[in-house]
């Protein structure tokens, strides 16, 4: 293999090692964390239309037991909500907000909305990107390779 041509070689896969696959790296982490968010959007929509449905009206808020996660799902704790009319919602940036349950259902729809829509589609795109120019600093490395070989 000729100097210029190794060297060549050496940038392009020390691009693809350090620049490019980290980037892919954290593009598909990014994916599947607005993935994991909409997931537990929906669990949370499920978990409310059941209290819902079990709950006659406003003034059938009987108190409700159950287990609450503190510890990332490792740790639960018993817990009664007093009152199951209200309940306190993510809503983004580290900020919780008090909605009837009609209100976060109503939320929470339009938040998976978004997610799917703006954050998801975007983030999936930037990855195919990503993934794409690995695929076609692959192919120049295998070029080299070839033309160093004939």
């Given at each position: 293999m000729s100097d210029p041509l190794q060297s060549k070689v050496a940038e392009y896969s020390s691009f693809i090692t350090n620049t490019l696959q980290p980037k892919l790296q954290l593009a598909v982490n990014d994916r599947?964390?607005?993935?994991?968010?909409?997931?537990?959007?929906?669990?949370?929509?499920?978990?409310?239309?059941?209290?819902?449905?079990?709950?006659?009206?406003?003034?059938?808020a009987k108190p409700i037991n159950t287990l609450v996660d503190i510890s990332h799902q490792t740790i639960y704790c018993n817990a009664t909500i007093s009152n199951p009319r209200t309940v306190y919602v993510h809503t983004g940036f580290g900020f919780h907000v008090e909605f009837t349950i009609k209100e976060a259902i109503l939320f929470i729809d339009?938040?998976?909305?978004?997610l799917q829509n703006d954050v998801l589609k975007h983030r999936v795109e930037v990855a195919m990107g990503i993934a794409d120019d690995v695929e076609k600093a692959i192919e120049l490395l295998e070029e080299f390779k070839e033309a160093d070989e004939d």
């Open positions: 599947e964390d607005t993935e994991k968010e909409i997931l537990e959007y929906a669990q949370l929509r499920s978990k409310l239309q059941m209290i819902e449905t079990q709950s006659d009206g406003p003034a059938d339009k938040r998976i909305m978004f």
